[in-house]
C-alpha cells in the first residue's frame, strides 16, 4: 500500500524533481530556462513557474519546463 504524502512533503519532492531536472538542463530543447537556472535568482523564478504549471495543469516537470519555454522563447512561441 502506498503511503499518503502530506503537502509539505509533496512539495519537496518536487523540488527535488524540479532541481534533477535543472541538472540534466537541455539547452537544445530548453535554451532559455537553461540559462535562467544559471543564477540562483533565476532557477528560483524557474521553481516557482514550474510550481505554479504543475499546480494549474497537473503536468510533469518537463512538461512544465516546455510550457515555460514556450512562453520566454520567441523560437518557440505558439500563436
Request: hydrophobic share 35%; net charge negative; aromatic share 6%.
Amino acid at each position: 500500500m502506498a503511503t499518503k504524502l502530506t503537502a509539505e512533503q509533496a512539495l519537496q519532492r518536487l523540488k527535488e524533481l524540479i532541481a534533477i531536472q535543472f541538472d540534466s538542463c537541455s539547452k537544445e530543447d530548453w535554451p532559455y530556462i537553461c540559462h535562467m537556472a544559471g543564477s540562483p535568482q533565476g532557477r528560483a523564478s524557474v521553481e516557482r513557474m514550474t510550481l505554479q504549471q504543475i499546480d494549474a495543469s497537473g503536468c510533469s516537470v518537463g512538461q512544465a519546463f516546455d510550457r515555460i519555454e514556450r512562453m520566454y522563447n520567441p523560437n518557440r512561441m505558439e500563436d
